[in-house]
């Protein structure tokens, strides 16, 4: 009983590094998204736009790079499976956008971060309920 | 694929977590594997297989075989 609450604890603590190091790279997309926003920008703002996008993407490739060293087999596994739904799903999503962008419907550049930010949620969303099932 | 993980852990009196301890893996997958919803890969079936000091055979159990006969 005692280990298996040792067992949660690390658990616990794993999920909350995940947490530490994604968060400050959330923020960082957000500070992206914000300085991407404007659509009449100067030279100096599109370089910090582009600087920041850079940024996070290495921040982000960085965080999973560490994510996936630290797990085991079988959640390194529930992880890719997640990924390759939220993969499906934006790629269905996009083609949906750009079938309603032609027709006029929506702008694909306006629906395109949030479909990508779906994507993220859906991927998240998933593992957690399938590492929180399988306890 | 079956296994006899549970009996095997029950019969030392260990739980999920002084497996997932010994084998350096996650509880969470030691539960997958003893409910049979994972099947491990070889590295990890050759140190589980260690830990509890049996070959592969005798804890892994492919699913056409007859568990009497085994």
Redesign the interface.
């Known amino acids: 009983m005692e280990k298996q609450a040792q067992g949660d604890q690390v658990a616990r603590a794993a999920r909350r590094a995940v947490l530490v190091d994604g968060l400050p790279v959330v923020v960082l997309g957000w500070v992206a998204l914000a300085l991407g926003s404007d659509p009449e920008q100067s030279a100096a703002q599109q370089a910090w736009w582009i600087a920041a996008t850079c940024v996070f993407a290495l921040a982000m490739a960085w965080v999973l790079v560490r994510a996936f060293r630290r797990a085991d087999e079988y959640l390194r596994k529930i992880q890719l499976e997640s990924m390759a739904v939220a993969f499906a799903s934006v790629l269905v999503a996009l083609q949906v956008a750009a079938v309603l962008d032609s027709a006029g419907v929506v702008e694909l550049h306006q629906v395109t971060q949030p479909i990508l930010i779906g994507g993220m949620a859906i991927w998240h969303v998933t593992a957690d309920l399938r590492t929180r099932f399988n306890r | 694929m079956r296994n006899r993980l549970r009996e095997l852990r029950a019969a030392r009196r260990w ?4 497996l ?2 010994r084998c ?6 030691i ?3 003893e ?1 049979e ?2 099947d ?2 070889l590295p ?1 079936a050759f140190t589980i297989a260690d830990v509890f000091g049996r070959t592969i055979e005798e804890i892994f159990l492919p699913d056409r075989a007859d568990p009497g006969q085994s």
């Open positions: 739980s999920q977590a002084d997932a301890d350096g893996v996650s509880r969470q997958a539960n997958a594997i409910t919803r994972y491990p890969s990890l």
